[in-house]
């Protein structure tokens, strides 16, 4: 019988990527975003995602089931848009934490500063959970 060390593989095919990176994607300062929720009057705000400018909005519900049927909407929306926020479902609340992981912002002599926060990705993300919400309300108040 083979010791267990000589059946272990250690060469390990190694993975081509399949795809080109992604470039990056123009983020937006926190004036900014500010300015544009401003304008839309929405009740997304700037908060932080560890040290990054986010979207953050908290949703409430008086039951824990359609809290949950929201998240499973919300799955819906992120995949169809692969962008993919911070969800956390709590009893009564759905709260949603947004950023762009892969953005850039431009610096002085057209260079670009690497980096993650707020892009137009998340705004369209907020959008659509907000057209959810409204959505689920709608339906859970013509029941």
Known sequence: MQSSSAMLNTELPVQQPTKRPRRPILLV????????????T????????????????????RRYKDAAKFVQDLVEIVQE??????????????????????GYTPAEGGEEILGSGISARDFSLAERAESAYLNLLS????K
């Open 29 to 40: 300062s926190q004036a900014e975003a500010e300015e544009h929720l401003k304008t839309k």
């Open 42 to 61: 929405s009740p997304w705000s700037v908060g932080k995602a560890e040290c990054f400018d986010a979207l953050v909005r908290k949703y409430e519900f």
């Open 81 to 102: 848009l692969k962008h993919h926020p911070v969800i956390t479902l709590t009893f009564h609340e759905v709260a949603v934490t947004t950023y762009t992981h892969e």
């Open 139 to 142: 339906s859970l108040q013509a």
